[in-house]
């Protein structure tokens, strides 16, 4: 039910709605975020139709001259859900096997959803320790310049 105090809260955020537009239609690299339970439709297995989507939508957006950069988690989860574990491994040996078994399916999943339309993808592998400490990578796994060059073209041609 629409209150008054609601749609008083809803009139305030259009100006902010509004610059989001404006900022998204303008902006020429977008860095999208899937966390683990959209990839793995909550730990039921990957979602086919939703990375089949998320590709479509960025053929769309790369047709429009938009850059994407497509941030996934989800080996964790995909891994434990292929190797059939109900429960999330404490160990990091075990956190590792079921990430290793999860991103050869991920992989694979991302790689076929995003050929149907003519796109390439690529990989870099990034812990949470990693985004908290820039140093711990070379420069260029950080650059999205570096990353999107095969895709723009290169003197590799």
Not at 56 to 84: F, N
Not at 123 to 144: G, M
Request: contains cysteine; charged residues 20%; aromatic residues 4%.
């Amino acid at each position: 039910m629409l209150t008054q105090a609601n749609a008083l809260q809803l009139s305030k955020m259009a100006p902010i709605r509004s610059m989001t537009k404006t900022r998204l239609a303008s902006a020429k690299r977008l860095v999208v975020k899937v966390g683990s339970a959209l990839v793995t439709n909550n730990g039921a297995g990957l979602d086919l139709v939703a990375i089949d989507d998320w590709a479509r939508q960025i053929s769309v957006l790369r047709q429009q001259g938009k850059e994407v950069v497509l941030v996934s988690s989800g080996a964790i989860a995909c891994g434990m859900q292929r190797l059939g574990w109900s429960k999330r491994p404490k160990s990091v040996h075990e956190l590792q096997a079921a990430a290793a078994v999860g991103q050869m399916g991920l992989v694979q999943v991302y790689e076929g959803a995003f050929a149907k339309y003519g796109l390439h993808t690529a990989q870099i592998l990034l812990t949470h320790d990693d985004l908290a400490d820039r140093k711990r990578l070379p420069e260029c796994a950080f650059d999205p310049d570096n990353l999107a060059a095969p895709w723009r073209g290169s003197d590799h041609q």
